[in-house]
């Protein structure tokens, strides 16, 4: 008995050794990877308050030889166009989130339920647009000659609140998890499809919709794209159209230096903290993004897993 007891402690030990190992290992890897993803965001931040004679002397550096608030400083001399800008980025991602969870959590809700009549033709459709698009040039057009959505802030969100793929993932979330019986329990108390749908389906979805609010959420923030093709207004720029046009501006000047009409020009193109305004724009920009990942974090776990059965 008790050397069977030995052998059974022992064996115990032996596992709990490799566990132990696994666990060792696999912190290390972690560790490992969260500096390698983490060191490029670090390098940013310190390019941005390096001096443009430190970056001059010896390129980007963890550990610049001087500091400086240069480019920061020229970022605020462009403050009212900045602000302009950030409040327009703001406003896009956060109605454009905003109605594109109440868009694609109702689209998904119509063709999860199976007493809809054309159940069947909207998700094709759906599916359908998830394969073949109009292209670049026949939604230009549609855009702006049919729905007049040139040079409007509206066109930043409205073509994409709502994605044929989020709907389709949203409903397969609502299969599994919503059972028929309870949408009939609603009905048979006196809830009509609004109240089914903002008191019982929106609570229960809530990891599936925060998942999709922060995608939609990084998505809006991030696009420049859009605002460079339909925006004219400098008022109505977001941030990443105003960071787009300055890197131009900035690579302009530096190039042509040379070509500048005065002594005090060329000096002035050439001691321009071109890499630091650079990278201080970004921080700007990816900041306020950054903060979001913590307050959807606890969703977001338990709503990426949502699209790994899909039927």
């Avoid at 903002?198 to 959420?217: D, G, K």
């Avoid at 859009?226 to 977001?238: A, C, D, F, R, V």
Wanted: charged share 15%; glycine share 6%; net charge neutral.
């Amino acid at each position: 008995m008790d050397r069977n007891s030995d052998e059974f402690g022992t064996k115990v030990a032996r596992v709990g050794q490799k566990v132990l190992l696994h666990d060792i290992i696999l912190n290390a890897i972690m560790v490992i990877l969260s500096i390698i993803f983490l060191a490029p965001v670090a390098l940013v931040y310190i390019i941005s308050f390096s001096s443009a004679e430190s970056i001059r002397e010896i390129g980007y550096s963890f550990v610049p030889k001087s500091w400086s608030l240069d480019g920061y400083i020229y970022l605020l001399g462009s403050s009212e166009q900045l602000l302009s800008s950030l409040g327009v980025s703001v406003f896009v991602t956060v109605v454009g989130t905003v109605l594109t969870v109440v868009v694609t959590g109702m689209i998904a809700y119509v063709i999860y339920r199976k007493d809809f009549k054309y159940r069947k033709q909207l998700t094709f459709y759906l599916f359908f647009t998830m394969l073949f698009s109009g292209g670049m040039v026949p939604s230009y057009i549609v855009n702006t000659n049919l729905l007049h959505l040139g040079d409007n802030i509206l066109i930043l969100f409205l073509p994409t609140l709502c994605s044929a793929w989020n709907a389709i993932i949203l409903r397969t979330f609502y299969t599994q998890t919503i059972p028929d019986s309870l949408i009939e329990a609603a009905k048979i108390d006196g809830a009509d499809e609004w109240v089914i749908f903002f008191r019982i389906v929106i609570p229960i979805a809530r990891p599936a919709l925060a998942t999709i609010a922060l995608f939609s959420m990084v998505g809006l923030w991030n696009d420049w794209f859009t605002g460079l093709l339909y925006i004219n207004t400098p008022s109505k720029e977001p941030l990443q159209v105003l960071l787009q046009k300055l890197q131009s501006t900035l690579d302009y000047l530096t190039t042509n230096a040379s070509f500048a009409s005065s002594a005090d020009g060329i000096r002035m193109a050439l001691n321009m903290p071109t890499d630091s305004v650079r990278m201080a724009l970004t921080v700007l920009i990816m900041t306020p993004i950054l903060f979001a990942y913590p307050f959807f974090q606890k969703y977001f776990v338990r709503g990426i897993t949502i699209g790994s059965v899909k039927g």
